[in-house]
């Protein structure tokens, strides 16, 4: 899986992205936007033996 990027306002698309193994990792703006995004990354594998 691949890092992702949601608008916070999306709460579907954010429970998706988490349901499926992301973790949130940052929240901006961007330069003359309005709208809050979020970066999503997949959640690391356990280390073998750990799960």
């Known amino acids: 899986m691949i890092g992702t990027c949601v608008l916070a ?3 579907d698309g954010l429970r998706f992205a ?5 973790t949130e ?4 703006v961007r ?7 979020v970066d999503l990354r ?3 594998a356990p ?3 750990t799960a």
């Open 47 to 49: 280390a073998a033996g």
């Open 25 to 28: 990792v940052e929240r901006y």
């Open 18 to 22: 988490e349901l499926r193994g992301s």
């Open 9 to 11: 306002a999306n709460s």
């Open 31 to 37: 330069d003359g936007g309005n709208d809050t995004r």
């Open 42 to 44: 997949p959640d690391p």
